[in-house]
């Protein structure tokens, strides 16, 4: 169940955009909840004036905590927000990543909201993004806000993985969940996806023991009863079950996604870190740069 009442929307000074500001309040307007706005501050310069006894280094960073914050308050002043509540939070940490992600932890907020951008190969190869952190080192499910506004007459794509494992099941209730609710919350249709590879079977070697076609068919239609036996299991929803025979999740959600006018695509995040992480990914991960839609990553 996606319960909403405490948001943090995530405010990066460095973007020339802040698309995360008007869905956080958008979202706390559907939902009635709670809103803090958050933005991380560093003067770098200060790590070398420590030396100097005669200069107050805490008076200058509670100066550069109060100007963030009234910057905050300023972008947030032109979107309505009269009828909800808004705390306005500045962090003080060399790395944006580990001051917002000591504060997400350390507070109790239902949903980060967060304007994304595109890696190159480059970037994500010299050093890790902020938005691969908030999957990774937090609980907190998060929001990737890619543009203004939400598209009219879309859908909501939620994607899941289907797999006998309790950890997996107990995920693809999550995300049928939200998918359903945001879709009802939205007005728009809902839709359930779910991607797997082919077999991986020498078919010319072992063509005498089954017939290839009905072998296919048969894999096919067991993907498609398992999806709506998992649908079935914790409400409906109002689209319909979408199977992506032989490709890989990173793959077919950004397919899709755009086939199906998908404003949201909601997806479970395992969490890989460490070498685990740098070699296998999340394909939360992997699509963010792929796609032209929100993802909503539930952990």
Same mark, same amino acid.
């Given at each position: 169940?996606?319960?909403?009442?405490?948001?943090?929307?995530?405010?990066?000074?460095?973007?020339?955009?802040?698309?995360?500001?008007?869905?956080?309040?958008?979202?706390?307007?559907?939902?009635?909840?709670?809103?803090?706005?958050?933005?991380?501050?560093?003067?770098?310069?200060?790590?070398?004036?420590?030396?100097?006894?005669?200069?107050?280094?805490?008076?200058?960073?509670?100066?550069?905590?109060?100007?963030?914050?009234?910057?905050?308050?300023?972008?947030?002043?032109?979107?309505?927000?009269?009828?909800?509540?808004?705390?306005?939070?500045?962090?003080?940490?060399?790395?944006? @990543?580990?001051? #917002?992600? %000591?504060? *997400?932890? =350390?507070?109790?907020?239902? $949903?980060?909201?967060?304007?994304?951008? !595109?890696? +190159?190969?480059?970037?994500?190869?010299?050093?890790?993004?902020?938005?691969?952190?908030?999957?990774?080192?937090?609980?907190?499910?998060?929001?990737?806000?890619?543009?203004?506004?939400?598209?009219?007459?879309?859908?909501?794509?939620?994607?899941?993985?289907?797999?006998?494992?309790?950890? @997996?099941?107990? #995920?693809? %209730?999550? *995300?049928? =969940?939200?998918?359903?609710? $945001?879709?009802?919350?939205?007005?728009? !249709?809902? +839709?359930?996806?779910?991607?797997?590879?082919?077999?991986?079977?020498?078919?010319?070697?072992?063509?005498?023991?089954?017939?290839?076609?009905?072998?296919?068919?048969?894999?096919?239609?067991?993907?498609?009863?398992?999806?709506?036996?998992?649908?079935?299991?914790?409400?409906?929803?109002?689209?319909?079950?979408?199977?992506?025979?032989?490709?890989?999740?990173?793959?077919?959600?950004?397919?899709?996604?755009?086939?199906?006018?998908?404003?949201?695509?909601?997806?479970?995040?395992?969490?890989?870190?460490?070498?685990?992480?740098?070699?296998?990914?999340?394909?939360?991960?992997?699509?963010?740069?792929?796609?032209?839609?929100?993802?909503?990553?539930?952990?």
């Amino acid at each position: 169940m996606l319960n909403l009442s405490n948001l943090l929307a995530v405010v990066d000074f460095r973007q020339s955009e802040h698309y995360a500001l008007p869905r956080a309040i958008e979202l706390a307007k559907l939902f009635n909840c709670k809103l803090t706005v958050i933005a991380n501050v560093f003067e770098s310069y200060t790590e070398l004036l420590s030396l100097y006894s005669a200069i107050n280094l805490e008076e200058i960073k509670q100066n550069a905590i109060d100007e963030a914050k009234q910057q905050l308050i300023n972008l947030t002043d032109p979107i309505p927000h009269d009828d909800i509540e808004i705390d306005y939070q500045v962090t003080w940490n060399p790395s944006l @990543h580990s001051g #917002l992600t %000591e504060y *997400i932890n =350390q507070n109790n907020f239902d $949903l980060v909201v967060k304007t994304t951008r !595109k890696h +190159n190969v480059l970037e994500k190869i010299l050093f890790t993004p902020t938005d691969w952190h908030l999957l990774r080192d937090t609980e907190t499910n998060v929001l990737f806000v890619q543009t203004e506004n939400w598209k009219a007459k879309s859908s909501i794509l939620g994607a899941i993985n289907i797999n006998d494992d309790v950890k @997996h099941k107990k #995920l693809n %209730e999550k *995300i049928i =969940q939200a998918t359903s609710q $945001l879709a009802t919350a939205l007005n728009c !249709k809902s +839709n359930i996806f779910n991607a797997f590879p082919w077999p991986a079977i020498d078919l010319e070697r072992f063509n005498h023991l089954f017939d290839k076609q009905d072998l296919f068919l048969e894999i096919k239609s067991k993907h498609f009863e398992l999806v709506n036996n998992a649908v079935d299991e914790v409400g409906s929803i109002t689209g319909k079950a979408i199977i992506g025979e032989g490709l890989e999740p990173e793959d077919g959600i950004p397919e899709i996604a755009k086939s199906t006018f998908s404003q949201i695509v909601v997806m479970g995040t395992v969490r890989r870190k460490g070498i685990e992480g740098m070699l296998i990914g999340n394909t939360a991960e992997k699509i963010l740069d792929q796609i032209n839609c929100e993802v909503l990553a539930i952990k």
